[in-house]
Nanobody, 130 residues
Framework: EVQIVESGGGLVQTGGSLRLSCATSGIVFTDNAIGWFRQAPGKELEGLSCISGRDGRTYYTDSVKDRFTISSDAANNTVYLQMNNLKPEDTAVYFC???????????????????????WGQGTQVTVSS
């Protein structure tokens, strides 16, 4: 059984930091990319960042690349999202998802929201107060 479990969300003040964790099981970590997404109230799902479980290559969308850092611990099948300098507009439910890497291990799909990532977690709430 595949399990994707996010944790680490919470309430933080503007300018604060949080580190989200995405614990995976039931997948071959090194065959997958793990992506982070978020959905704010009344808004569409937004892709943020992804990392290759095979070689650690990363991708960031422009909106977060200067503040968020994705990393992985392959030994524990876990991916992290370090979020710094948080803003009220970062308030959202944050999800991680897993999908198989492309041929040759590439992540051509990045965090496109129209790409069908295979497995999703239930999400963790991040609230940034002003």
């Amino acid at each position: 059984e595949v399990q994707i479990v996010e944790s680490g969300g919470g309430l933080v003040q503007t300018g604060g930091s949080l580190r989200l964790s995405c614990a995976t099981s039931g997948i071959v970590f090194t065959d997958n990319a793990i992506g982070w997404f978020r959905q704010a109230p009344g808004k569409e799902l937004e892709g943020l960042s992804c990392i290759s479980g095979r070689d650690g290559r990363t991708y960031y969308t422009d909106s977060v690349k200067d503040r968020f850092t994705i990393s992985s611990d392959a030994a524990n099948n876990t991916v992290y999202l370090q979020m710094n300098n948080l803003k009220p507009e970062d308030t959202a439910v944050y999800f991680c998802a897993a999908t198989l890497l492309g041929m040759n291990g590439d992540m051509w799909f990045q965090v496109r929201t129209d790409y069908p990532y295979d497995y999703w977690g239930q999400g963790t709430q991040v609230t940034v107060s002003s």
